[in-house]
């Protein structure tokens, strides 16, 4: 069964009832949820714990970057256990993850009223932590098997803010499919704009790095505001939403390119500008940026964008892709391309 990603298949379902403990004794889910990458990015929280962004972001949900997740519950274990499959083999993820991952069940179990130990499993298609939105497509993975599992229907909005309070707010984003904001609406949840199908952009992706990069997120949205660019962007903000809106809805390459472009600068410039300063960048990643400009200026509508990482999305349209993905690999320092575009959100593997 696929997990239904559009919001008007969602609404349909209903919530749990008081029969989830039960099934939680027997029950398993895998899915498969993919990482997004933000047009507009989330940076900087009014509240990191309850992951209450500063600005509304807005993103397009990829179909290649894939996580996923495999999660049993277990009740005969009093401690989860959390796996990663790395190149076929299952291996022990190390700690920190291992912890992030049983802290948002123990959120989850707490919202189910369920007990019990958890198996997981998980697998990523794509460099994990390395500025690819890899906790977005886990972590959304993790929420929807955990509910699946469970029998248990929420709201897409319910899914969403579930996801979010994993931390990694690009998760609230991820149960969605094709172009999704987040920070609009009251509950903390994100909304899909439009469905993949509305429009085909392609996501070329130079990947410069693959190692853990060494300041987090979590770390970047805490020190976003010590920027003296900070409070500029924020004001700045309104208009390049409204203009990546309305882009978006016409289908306007020539308005969205540059507008995802020069945010993806400003955040960086804000990492820089940070007080400890943040340095996302490895020279590759000037040097993909300036192989980017180049193509503009031989006519190919391509343009950059960066997450908190030095790998860079070259976001372009059908007709382009081709010679983007000729362009990058050709870049001194890119270790792989992979050739990614707007995708469907979740689904149900088993
Ligand atoms: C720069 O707190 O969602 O990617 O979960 O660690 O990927 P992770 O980060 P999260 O912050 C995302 C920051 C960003 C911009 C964005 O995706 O909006």
Known sequence: MNLPVEPDEWEKMTQGDSTTATKAAESAATVESTANIAFIKYWGARDLDEVVPENTSISMTLRECRSKCHLRFSPEREKDEVWLELDGARVNPGAGFSDRVTAHLDRLREWAGVEGGIVVETWNSFPAASGM???????????????????????????????????????ARSVFGGYVEWGRLGDGSAEQLHPASHWDLRDVIAVVETGEKEISSRDGHRLAATSPYFERRLELLPERLETTRRALREHDFGALGPVIEEEAIDLHLITMSSRPAIYYWKPPTLAVLEAVRD????????????????????????????????CLSRVQGVVRVIRDGVGEGPRRLD
Not at 133 to 147: E, I, K, N, P, W
Not at 153 to 166: D, F, M, Q
């Open 295 to 326: 193509l503009r200026s031989r006519g190919v509508a391509a343009f950059s964008t960066m997450d908190a990482g030095a790998n860079v999305h070259v976001i372009c349209q059908p007709e382009d892709e081709e010679t983007v993905a000729a």
């Open 133 to 171: 939105a890899s906790s977005a497509s886990g972590f959304s993975a993790l929420t929807c098997a955990f509910v699946l599992a469970l029998g248990l229907e929420p709201t897409p909005a319910e899914l969403s803010i579930l996801s979010r309070r994993s931390g990694s707010g690009s998760a």
